[in-house]
């Protein structure tokens, strides 16, 4: 009997998670910056995006947070990072070949040290509008896949968020 030769695989977007970094910046009363999709009016989101080869983590963070938000690196104070990385996927109908099945991030939490107007989404291709708002009140706003994620965020960052505060009291 003659062997079969296997197919190679193809790399295919349902069958990959895409690496990538994701941010939360909170304000002097804990609010999260919440950014508003161009292609999704109402839909919510925190900043992110995907990871370079061999980029450092960390280092993606703060392009994707000034990419996104002009929020330069000196701008913030890193509080602390997620344990591990997080996923989620994807509808079918979003798939591509850039963004897979979806993406697995790391996730930081950081704290503005900067004023307001620091902020400006307009220079990328992504959000319309910008503001501050509570973590719950982001959880609503954003969209289905988003949500276990900023859930599992929001459990993780909430008391650091709360100690920052109170110091600054």
Do not use: C
Not at 39 to 55: C, T
Not at 78 to 99: G, M, V
């Amino acid at each position: 009997m003659e062997k079969q030769k296997e197919k190679p695989i193809m790399k295919i977007p349902e069958q990959y998670f895409r690496a990538g970094v994701g941010a939360v910046i909170i304000n002097e009363i804990g609010h999260v910056l919440s950014l508003e999709r161009i292609d999704i009016p109402g839909s919510w989101q925190l900043p992110q995006g995907g990871l370079k080869s061999a980029e450092e983590q960390l280092r993606a963070a703060f392009r994707e947070i000034t990419e996104e938000t002009g929020i330069d690196e000196s701008g913030l104070e890193l509080l602390d990072s997620y344990p591990e990385p997080l996923a989620y996927e994807l509808p079918p109908s979003a798939r591509n070949a850039k963004t897979g099945r979806g993406q697995v991030q790391y996730w930081f939490l950081f704290r503005l040290r900067g004023r307001d107007d620091t902020i400006d989404v307009s220079k990328g291709a992504e959000f319309r509008s910008w503001k501050w708002m509570t973590f719950e009140s982001l959880i609503k706003l954003a969209v289905g896949f988003r949500k276990p994620v900023y859930r599992k965020l929001a459990d993780r960052f909430t008391s650091i968020i709360s100690r920052q505060i109170s110091a600054d009291a």
